[in-house]
C-alpha cells in the first residue's frame, strides 16, 4: 500500500529551526518527484518545495534560503529542514508524491500531487 | 506569479443536485490545471489533472473541463460525501510555483 507519514512537527521559537520527516512505504522515494505543501491560515495551500528524482531542488520564493528538502534513500525518507522560522510558516505541511503529464501542445509537463500524507503541525510562538 | 480564483467561495447543495465550480488563472496557463478535494482534517485528495483527466479511482460524476484561464469543475449528482472544500491548482509555472485557487465549501443545503 502507498503511504506517506510525517513527523517532526511542533512548537518552536520564532528564529528557530526543525526538521520534518515523510516517511514513505509503497514505493520507492527516488523514483519519484517528490513536494512538501503547507496549508496556512494566511495564505492556504502553497507548494514550498520540490525535488526531482534527479535530486535537484526547488524552493517558493517564501522559504528559499531558509527551507532544504532532502531524501535519504537508505531510510526511503523525505525531509524538509526548516531555519529562520517566522510566525507566517506556522500551519500543516504535508509530503505528495508528485507526478507528471506531458501536454504536447505546450510541449511541457503539467505536474499534480497525486499522493498525500495526513500532514504534520508546526506552531511557531514565544 | 499566476493568481488563481476560484467562484463561488461557497455553495449548498442538496444531494442529487448538479455543483459547477469555476475556477480562473491571471493569465494562459493552456490546460496546466489540476482539481482536488479536501475533507475537514485530511489531506487533499487528487481529484483531476490536465484540467479534465480523471485520477484513478475519482467517480466518473466528477469532471473538468476549460483551456486558457477559465476552468469548470463539476459534480454531476452530488453525493453526501462529496460535502468537502475544492482546490483548483496551476502547474503552467514550474515546481513549486504553481499556485493553488482559495476554496470552494460545498456543504449541505
Known amino acids: 500500500e502507498v503511504q506517506l507519514v510525517e513527523s517532526g512537527g511542533g512548537l518552536v521559537q520564532p528564529g528557530g529551526s526543525l526538521r520534518l520527516s515523510c516517511a514513505v512505504s509503497g514505493f520507492i522515494v527516488s523514483n519519484y518527484d517528490m513536494s512538501w505543501v503547507r496549508q496556512t491560515l494566511g495564505k492556504g495551500l502553497e507548494w514550498v518545495s520540490f525535488?526531482?528524482?534527479?535530486?535537484?531542488?526547488r524552493y517558493a520564493d517564501s522559504v528559499k534560503g531558509r527551507f532544504t528538502i532532502s531524501r535519504q534513500n537508505r531510510k526511503n525518507t523525505l525531509y524538509l529542514e526548516m531555519a529562520s522560522l517566522r510566525h507566517e510558516d506556522a500551519g500543516v505541511y504535508y509530503c505528495?508524491?508528485?507526478?507528471?503529464?506531458?501536454?504536447?501542445?505546450?510541449?511541457?509537463?503539467?505536474?499534480?500531487?497525486?499522493?498525500w500524507g495526513k500532514g504534520t503541525t508546526l506552531i511557531v510562538s514565544s | 506569479d499566476i493568481q488563481m480564483t476560484q467562484s463561488p467561495s461557497s455553495l449548498s447543495a442538496s444531494v442529487g443536485d448538479r455543483v459547477t465550480i469555476t475556477c480562473r488563472a491571471s493569465?494562459?496557463?493552456?490546460?496546466?490545471l489540476n482539481w482536488y478535494q479536501q475533507k475537514p482534517g485530511k489531506a487533499p485528495h487528487l481529484l483531476i489533472y490536465s484540467a479534465s483527466t480523471l485520477h484513478t479511482g475519482v467517480p466518473s460524476r466528477f469532471s473538468g473541463s476549460g483551456s486558457g484561464t477559465d476552468f469548470t469543475l463539476t459534480i454531476n449528482g452530488v453525493q453526501p460525501e462529496d460535502f468537502a472544500t475544492y482546490y483548483c491548482?496551476?502547474?503552467?509555472?514550474?515546481?513549486?510555483?504553481?499556485?493553488f485557487g482559495p476554496g470552494t465549501k460545498v456543504d449541505f443545503k
Open positions: 505528495a508524491r508528485t507526478r507528471d503529464s506531458y501536454t504536447s501542445d505546450a510541449n511541457r509537463n503539467n505536474y499534480y500531487m497525486d499522493v
Open positions: 493569465q494562459s496557463i493552456s490546460i496546466f
Open positions: 525535488i526531482h528524482t534527479g535530486g535537484t531542488p
Open positions: 491548482q496551476q502547474s503552467a509555472s514550474d515546481p513549486p510555483r504553481g499556485t
